[in-house]
């Protein structure tokens, strides 16, 4: 820890820490639900893939199927329609001759015919040469045959898959989808039974045209990508606004705690002080009585032995005295007040008050207005602590009148809210709002003789009556206090 922070922020940092700590299941369930998302969505995406591999391999598969049958129907119609009658005519087979030539294009387009197939093409068995091609330009080209050829010329039929394009063609950024299949199959000669399975006479090449089957398997990709995104959008944006929801709800939730915990620790050590304050007290208020009743006897003598001296005994007696007043009220702040509850009327507790100050008001030219509302409900309370709460206030005000003024007391029910409130308005010096907002604090004082405790005894009272005391103040036009007293 740095130690020239200031001690707020250190407290605030663990403040913090302590709020984190509260958070952390639920992080750790927010995180879960997001990393579980990713991975469903890596697997929607590998599900697309294979299910498109899938279906690329079927397509392939029954084209080749469809091929080598085509390939081999091509096969039984050349040998028994052109490679026999030529021998018989022209005693051998010369596609060098265009009646030849003619012939065979004839019957090899007459089967390919109505047929999706790009090309056929005959290779010679002995030299790697095209000896016949449904594209014109192909014929007498040399050596393009391939391993596809050599194999077909052992005997094996195979097929060659030639593609081009991804899911990224359709966003038409790359080329356009091709897809080709090259079946070849061995040339042979054709048994009487029907079966070819005689010498090799060359090889024939079907190439099949497999692009828009090819661009259908690749917009069922796309289809299912983009349906995944959509559902996992839709279900990232869901998640998070739960997760959002719930954060805010368990942060209030873990602040909220942790304000209680805080306000407990408070509170305790609040406790602990005010005992400690209290036995303090305690223990000055009895050498503070012997002080005082000594100097009154000091006094006394000093008045004989050398009179005129007298004066200093008597500011021992007073200070002892203002001391003393101090502790009472220090005592009476820290101790817990027991309370003696009786029905009784807040009015009469006023007037009491009232009686009592009367003579300080006169004194001050202080002209007093009471208003007490006449339908006051009984309600259960304290009197001698009322009445304290009431005098302190009203002492406040009459301090804050030196140069005289107005004070108003007003007693009101307030059905609605089932409560009884106090008014307690002065035209004294008033206060500004920062200053109002202490006055209620424990030693807060702008007075000489002040110990500023006379408000924060004063709210403990209202509030151990389940009450409360509000202030409203403005500097040079006066001050209103507002008690309010549950009734019923
Ligand atoms: N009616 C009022 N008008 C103006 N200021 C007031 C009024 N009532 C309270 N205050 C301010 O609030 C402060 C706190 O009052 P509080 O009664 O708690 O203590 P105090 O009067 O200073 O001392 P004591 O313990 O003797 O009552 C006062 O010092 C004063 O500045
Ligand atoms: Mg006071």
Redesign the pocket.
């Known amino acids: 820890m740095d130690s020239k922070k200031q001690p707020r922020e250190v407290l605030d940092s663990i403040r913090q820490q302590k709020l984190d700590a509260g958070l952390q299941p639920f992080k750790l369930v927010k995180y879960f639900s997001f990393s579980s998302l990713g991975v469903i969505l890596i697997f929607t995406l590998f599900l697309s893939w294979i299910i498109s591999n899938h279906a690329r391999r079927v397509m392939l598969e029954q084209s080749e199927e469809y091929s080598l049958l085509l390939a081999e129907n091509i096969n039984q119609q050349v040998f028994r329609r052109f490679v026999l009658p030529a021998v018989v005519r022209y005693g051998g087979i010369a596609l060098s001759n265009p009646e030849q030539f003619e012939n065979l294009d004839r019957i090899v387009r007459g089967v390919i015919q109505g047929l999706k197939i790009d090309s056929v093409t005959i290779y010679d068995s002995r030299v790697n040469i095209i000896s016949y091609s449904t594209v014109a330009d192909l014929v007498g080209k040399k050596d393009v045959g391939g391993v596809e050829y050599k194999k077909s010329l052992e005997g094996d039929a195979n097929s060659k898959f030639i593609y081009s394009g991804s899911v990224f063609s359709l966003l038409s950024v790359t080329p356009a989808v091709s897809c080709q299949l090259r079946t070849y199959i061995p040339f042979r000669q054709v048994r009487d039974e029907g079966e070819s399975g005689g010498v090799v006479m060359g090889v024939i090449e079907i190439v099949k045209d497999l692009s828009k089957e090819y661009a259908n398997i690749i917009k069922l990709q796309a289809r299912i990508i983009l349906v995944s995104a959509v559902v996992m959008a839709v279900l990232f944006l869901v998640l998070r606004t739960i997760v959002s929801r719930a954060g805010k709800i368990m942060e209030a939730k873990a602040l909220e705690r942790l304000k209680l915990e805080e306000t407990l620790n408070q509170t305790e050590r609040l406790a602990h002080l005010g005992t400690m304050v209290a036995t303090v007290s305690h223990e000055i208020k009895s050498p503070l009585g012997i002080v005082r009743s000594t100097a009154e006897i000091l006094e006394k003598r000093i008045q004989k032995v050398a009179p005129g001296n007298e004066h200093l005994a008597r500011i021992i007696v007073d200070e002892a005295m203002r001391l003393n007043r101090i502790v009472v ?1 220090f005592l009476d702040f820290a101790r817990p007040q027991k309370m003696h509850l009786e029905k009784g009327n807040i009015n009469e507790i006023a007037e009491k008050v009232l009686a009592f100050i009367s003579p300080m008001l006169k004194e001050q030219q202080i002209i007093l207005t009471t208003v007490l509302a006449l339908d006051l409900p009984a309600i259960a309370i304290d009197r001698d602590q009322l009445y304290r709460a009431l005098l ?1 206030i009203l ?3 009459v ?2 009148m030196e140069g005289g003024g107005s004070l108003q007391i007003t007693t009101q029910y307030q059905d609605d809210k089932r409560r009884i409130a106090i008014l307690i308005r ?1 035209s ?4 500004t709002e920062e ?1 109002a907002a202490q ?1 209620f604090e424990p030693f ?4 000489n003789k ?7 005894i004063t709210r403990n009272i209202i509030e151990s009556h389940g009450g409360e005391i509000l202030v409203e ?1 403005m500097p040079q036009e006066g ?1 209103c206090f507002t008690i309010c007293l549950p009734a019923g």
């Open positions: 009220e302190n002492l406040n005000a301090q804050a002065d004294g010096a008033g206060m200053k006055i807060f004082t702008d007075k002040g110990t500023g405790l006379g408000l924060a103040s001050t």
